[in-house]
Nanobody, 121 residues
Framework: QLQLVESGGGLVQAGGSLRLSCAAS????????MGWFRQTPGKEREFVAH????????YYTDSVKGRFAISRDNAKNTVYLQMNSLKPEDTAVYYC??????????????WGQGTQVTVSS
């Protein structure tokens, strides 16, 4: 079993930056593909980025390419999401997720509780 706890959310002005962290407890963190998703009220949770177990491959939704960067430190059981050039439309609750597959989607097996990111214009 894997427990995930996100941190690093907050309020930031448009154009600013935030770094989200997701700390995992439990065994075999390094064997999981890790992802970030986000959700706004009334909308479905959407994929943002994911990183393979080794960190060798990363994938992003088009709207964040060039602005966000996902990374992981398997020695610290932590995955990060560096968010730069933030826009008001990035405002959402951001969730960390883990799954054993080579990709990850909203049916992922493990989820964190979410952290709020608010970008003011």
């Amino acid at each position: 079993q894997l427990q995930l706890v996100e941190s690093g959310g907050g309020l930031v002005q448009a154009g600013g930056s935030l770094r989200l962290s997701c700390a995992a407890s439990g065994r075999a963190f390094s064997s999981y593909t890790m992802g970030w998703f986000r959700q706004t009220p009334g909308k479905e949770r959407e994929f943002v980025a994911h990183i393979t177990w080794s960190g060798g491959r990363t994938y992003y939704t088009d709207s964040v390419k060039g602005r966000f960067a996902i990374s992981r430190d398997n020695a610290k059981n932590t995955v990060y999401l560096q968010m730069n050039s933030l826009k008001p439309e990035d405002t959402a609750v951001y969730y960390c997720a883990a799954d054993r597959g080579v990709t990850i989607n909203i049916k992922a097996s493990h989820w964190g509780q979410g952290t709020q990111v608010t970008v003011s214009s």
